[in-house]
């Protein structure tokens, strides 16, 4: 009987051994947010862009007229999926004023300013103070996009880009109206809340957490039973 509650201790053990391999990852996976107001200010130079990479969720920042910012997303999923892109005016504009640009995009490298598929044209006033642009990206997406938000006019037009958004649609395709993480969950809170680019949102941890106090609790029964048999 005490050989076999050892091995019954030993197969346990290996079990959660297996466990938490499995979810150590998953602890530390953060989805990030990058802000340009901490950050510094993004690149306005259409061969320099400035780099997103991997891990990052969000990006926010602030245009103004000829100010230009420029950005490479390198570790985007491939694949067809939707980028939002959140435009928001100052509050307490008057009447008089107007502010906008363009949105452009590139799988490749931009070639020159102003190079790229136009994706939007943003055009906010003191009737219209928001407007959201999609991004919809096709299904031979490899994962690198290039992006130029070129500002034309105005001054103090906050921004908000969610990345890697998307939940299917049941028979295919993506639905920009329902930012998700590629899990399903939801991520993002509303365009035009605070940033902060240290801030990170844990990635919900996966149903092994589970598995993990169920093997924990029959270890605890296996020694109980091992010292009762000495």
């Not at 994962?143 to 908000?160: E, K, Q, R, S, V």
């Amino acid at each position: 009987m005490f050989a076999a509650s050892r091995r019954a201790a030993g197969f346990v053990r290996a079990a959660l051994a297996g466990i938490v391999l499995a979810v150590l990852p998953a602890v530390g996976a953060q989805a990030l947010t990058v802000s340009e107001s901490t950050a510094g200010e993004f690149s306005s130079d259409w061969s320099n862009p400035t780099e997103i990479g991997a891990g990052v969720d969000r990006v926010s920042g602030t245009g103004s007229a000829n100010a230009y910012d420029i950005l490479h997303f390198t570790g985007l999923a491939a694949g067809a999926q939707a980028l939002t892109l959140s435009f928001v005016a100052p509050e307490g504009v008057d009447w008089s004023y107007a502010a906008g640009g363009s949105v452009l995009w590139s799988e490749d490298p931009f070639r020159w300013s102003w190079d790229g598929a136009t994706a939007g044209e943003v055009r906010l006033d003191y009737y219209g103070r928001e407007q959201t642009v999609t991004l919809a990206l096709p299904d031979g997406f490899a994962g690198d996009l290039y992006l130029g938000l070129y500002f034309t006019h105005g001054a103090g037009l906050a921004y908000t880009i969610l990345a890697e958004l998307g939940a299917p649609i049941p028979g295919g395709g993506i639905d920009p109206g329902q930012p998700t993480l590629p899990g399903g969950e939801a991520q993002f809170p509303p365009a035009g809340d605070p940033v902060d680019s240290g801030s990170a949102s844990p990635v919900p941890l996966p149903p092994a957490l589970a598995m993990l106090g169920a093997g924990l609790a029959a270890l605890g029964v296996a020694s109980r039973r091992r010292r009762r048999a000495a």
